[in-house]
């Protein structure tokens, strides 16, 4: 798969609406055939910083994503909102789903 997290430095005007301002793209987003997630989080240091983690199916389903057309809808109409260009780790995985963190099992039944 292919994941991705990036993090969004919104105006801070706008850091309070920035999930309502982003609706229609990760609406969109989330039903494309080849999305497995894609989930916005707010810093807990910065309110003025979202983190997204994204993934998707394979470089396929990452091209049709950013070839879609709320893609470039979102490359025109986020911009503005923002204080800055996002910062962006992505990655090939060679898995389908979140793996389970082990050293923090928590016991069956619970």
């Known amino acids: 798969m292919i994941f991705i997290t990036a993090?969004?430095?919104v105006l801070a005007e706008h850091a309070d609406r920035?999930?309502?301002i982003a609706a229609e793209f990760t609406e969109a987003t989330r039903a494309?055939?080849?999305?497995l997630w894609f989930d916005w989080s707010r810093s807990v240091d910065d309110p003025t910083e979202y983190?997204?983690?994204?993934?998707?199916?394979?470089?396929?389903?990452g091209g049709a994503h950013v070839q879609s057309a709320h893609f470039r809808t979102?490359?025109?109409t986020l911009p503005p909102y923002l204080a800055e260009t996002p910062r962006?780790?992505?990655?090939?995985v060679p898995q389908e789903d979140w793996s389970l963190l082990g050293e923090m099992a928590v016991p069956e039944g619970r």
Do not use: H, M, S, Y
């Open 7 to 9: 993090k969004f430095r």
């Open 18 to 20: 920035w999930p309502q």
């Open 88 to 92: 962006i780790v992505n990655a090939t």
């Open 51 to 61: 983190v997204l983690v994204e993934a998707f199916r394979d470089d396929q389903a």
């Open 74 to 76: 979102a490359r025109e």
């Open 32 to 35: 494309e055939p080849g999305c």
